[in-house]
């Protein structure tokens, strides 16, 4: 449980640095990011490994979206769509 709250609190951290854009805002890329975990953590009960999957992708995005960027609107695109992927996928 506690490596939910860690992706939070950094999840939290790299979408209050970003600026809003048009492809996806600071909100929404919050939205994503708090409706992400909450599904890794609804999952969890059901079948672990399909949420360690899922957490393990949402940390290599925020990861992805801490390296050094000249585009960051770029890398919020990129870490939304990767929050939209994990949902699709904890849908499934």
Do not use: W
């Amino acid at each position: 449980m506690s490596d939910y709250c860690g992706l939070a609190r950094a999840a939290l951290v790299l979408t209050t640095i970003m600026s809003p854009a048009v492809a996806c805002t600071q909100g929404e890329s919050e939205d994503k990011m708090r409706e992400a975990i909450y599904a890794v953590h609804d999952v969890q009960a059901r079948n672990p490994a399909k949420a360690e999957a899922a957490a393990k992708k949402i940390n290599q995005a925020l990861n992805e979206t801490l390296e050094p960027s000249s585009n960051r609107q770029a890398a919020i695109d990129k870490l939304c769509k990767a929050f939209d992927e994990v949902l699709a996928e904890l849908r499934r």
